[in-house]
Each structure stands twice: as C-alpha cells, then as structure tokens.
C-alpha cells in the first residue's frame, strides 16, 4: 500500500476469530510532528516471521507487550501482534492489560506480575495471572470461591536458577497438595525464565535450568492429571536452544529487532526522529553553549541545531557533549553541551542543516545496538525509556520510497 507524503491512512487491523477493529492513525513523516517513534510493520512483521519460521506448527507463541510494548506503544504492537496471529500476548502488570481489553484486544493475555490486591481487576478484565507463590494462589483461590468460580485460568511459575520469581523445587509438594483441593483454578501453562540464554558462556547453566524445569513440570502434570502448556524460552532461546520450545515459547526483544546471535540483522522495528527547531552560527566571542557552559564555539564558529527532545525523552544526558552523535541529512553529527530535559544541541558546523530537517536518534543510523554499546547499556533500556509524550506513528516501508 503506497502511502502520500502527509497524507493520513488509517489502517483496520481484525482479530482472527473475534471481529474487532482497532483503527491505528499512521502519517508518514508529518511536517507538523516534530518528534516521534516510528512503528515499522515491515519490518515487526519480517520478525514475527522469522521466529515463527524457528517453531513447530503446533507450538504457540506469546508475544511481550509489557512496558508499553517495550516503548513502542503498547495498543499499536498488541494489534500487530494479534492480527498476525499471536496466540497469546503478556504484559507485565494488570494495568497494562486492562489497558489492551479497553482498546478492544481480544487475544489470552498473560500478567507475568499479579499482585494479590490486583486479582478482581483480572477476573473482571478477563486476564489470566501468573503465579509465583503459595500466598497468591491461596488468595487468588479464595477470591474466585467467594464468586463462585471454578477452572480461573493460571500459569505457574517455577524458579530453575534465576531466582526472582518462582516456585523452588522445595516447595512444589505444597503447592500440588493445594492444587488437589483447589477446584477455583485450572493450571493454563507452567514456565520458567532463563537467565542467559544468549550468553555462549553460560549454557551449561542454560542447559541445567531446562532439564530441572522440565522435570519439575512434568511433575506438576502427574500431579493434576492433565499437562498444561510447558515454556521456558525467551527470545535469546528461540534462536539459541530452538530444539527446547516445548508447547509455547515468549518471545520479547526479538520481536523489537534485537537478536541474541551476532551478526544476525533482525530488522529495526522503532526508529527515534524529530526535527530541527532552531539553528544558530556562533562566532568565538558568544560565550558558551548549554547548562554548565560545557558546550564550547571553536575559534572559527560554530553552527549549532537544536532539537527538541532531551533527557526526558529518553536521550540519556550521558550522550552530552559529543558522546552522543545522530544522523541529520544524512551526516552524523555530534551532541555540544549538556542534554537538557527537553531539548539538546548539535554541532552541524560545516552541513547544510535548516529549521526542520529530520534528526534520527536511533534506527538505521545509529542503531539501538550501537546507542546502547555507547551508554554501556542494553536496548531494552533505552527503548522503554522513550515516554508517552513522544508519538508512535505506524510506517511500511513503501511510504519511504
């Protein structure tokens, strides 16, 4: 579908089974938007693929949506996700997914995170918890027997060598004598997470937790006498230990076009622009730019743009004064003087650079990878700390050509 400059699409995104429609306002490179994040479905949909092209056709696959979607707009990808054929979606905590049901997404979705006082806001929303203690599944059971509920769906948690959530092997004979007398719930999967699955370095450690998990569920199944859905693979998983995807697998960064595999170029799914609010030719005898005076004018001048995004978007203040270097025009220029919350400058001395020209902060150039190497950090954190404030526009890769 071939899409005008500034003109606005609107896109009709229908779940499989249940008719829905999410309308999604996409507007490719709008003169007036002068930041945002750009969704490309191309390329979400290029690595959905190629992770569903790594399963067997009967294992299913959750897709993460927590944290916003991992920045990249929760409501957006959820429909992506769904209309391509998620079997399921999770979200981290009950707000999130009461925020998909009021959005009109129909797909099963997992709460990895479900505090006790939250468990009325599931049933009502139709969400299905995940349960890592004896306490929560104590209490979640006595909140369905008050309303009379029987076969509520949960997924239980077993801690295989992670340790932050989880049912130790300790603890399972608790848990099965309480699964025996607890008619109010029916057990939906049984999972675990995997610490380092994409460190080469650790996967006799990798390997250890999938055997323990798998002796630990089958376990569990002999316990209730049906066997839930087995998953243990996130998306370093999928792509390193593919031979282990048991029933399900949850697949989280991957989808986001960040891959545990060296040199294996999964497409870049959000691309971080805006526009150039001011640009400014300062001779030596100016003074200083930005806060603290740390942006210095060379002895022959400098020529400064200013962009209008800056720590409070996501633009680490770590990226000040030159660390931080984004593509304008096609030339990567550097930061000069301190981030700002709102705003931050960059030395275009020497470039052609104009009151609206597009700044990439992250995309093809520079990737999330290489921002991330810079900062010392993973993708994951500077991905979810781009704020609602910034908007998601939906692209394809023919609006570009």
């Known amino acids: 579908m071939l899409i005008s400059r500034n003109s606005y699409v609107t896109l009709s995104f229908r779940a499989n089974v249940v008719s829905r429609e999410i309308f999604i306002l996409i507007n490719m490179f709008r003169e007036e938007e002068f930041s945002r994040l750009e969704i490309n479905l191309d390329g979400c949909l290029d690595n959905y693929k190629y992770f569903r ?38 979200v981290a905590y009950p707000v999130e997914g009461m925020e998909l049901r009021q959005a009109g997404i129909k797909a099963p979705i997992m709460v990895l995170t479900a505090g006790t006082d939250s468990f009325e806001q599931i049933i009502n929303y139709g969400l299905e918890p995940g349960i890592p ?46 699964l025996k007398d607890c008619p109010q719930v029916k057990v939906k ?98 003074g200083t730019i930005g806060y603290g005076r740390h942006g210095k004018i060379a002895p022959e001048g400098t020529v400064i743009a200013t962009i209008p995004v800056g720590y409070a978007d996501g633009v680490d203040r770590h990226l000040s004064c030159g660390n931080g270097r984004f593509t304008v025009n096609g030339h990567i220029v550097p930061t000069i003087g301190n981030v700002c919350m709102d705003m931050c400058m960059l030395d275009v001395t020497g470039l052609n650079v104009k009151v609206g020209d597009t700044v990439t902060i992250f995309g093809e150039n520079p990737t999330i990878t290489e921002l991330a190497g810079i900062l010392g950090t993973i993708p994951y954190e500077i991905l979810t700390s781009v704020p609602r404030r910034i908007r998601r526009i939906v692209v394809r890769d023919s609006d570009k050509r």
């Open 53 to 90: 092209s790594k399963l067997q056709d009967s294992t299913k696959l959750l897709v993460l949506v927590k944290a916003n979607a991992y920045g990249h707009g929760a409501v957006e990808f959820a429909s992506l996700m769904e209309d391509a054929g998620a079997d399921y979606l999770a």
């Open 189 to 286: 999967s049984v999972y675990s997470h995997l610490a380092a699955a994409d460190d080469p370095s650790c996967d006799d450690f990798t390997l250890g937790q999938i055997e323990l998990f798998r002796k630990n569920a089958d376990r569990l199944s002999e316990a209730v006498g049906y066997k839930p859905l087995y998953h243990i693979l996130n998306s370093a998983g999928i792509e390193r230990f593919t031979q282990y995807q048991f029933d399900m697998v949850r697949l989280g960064i991957g989808i986001y076009g960040v891959s545990a595999i060296p040199g294996n170029n999964l497409c870049p799914v959000a691309s971080f622009k805006c526009k150039v609010l001011q640009v400014k030719t300062l001779a030596p005898g100016d």
């Open 133 to 178: 203690n004896i306490y929560s599944l104590r209490v979640l059971c006595e909140v369905l027997r008050k309303r009379g509920m029987t076969d509520f769906p949960v997924h239980l948690k077993l801690d295989t060598g992670m340790h932050r959530l989880g049912f130790m092997t300790e603890e399972l004979d608790e848990l099965l004598a309480f």
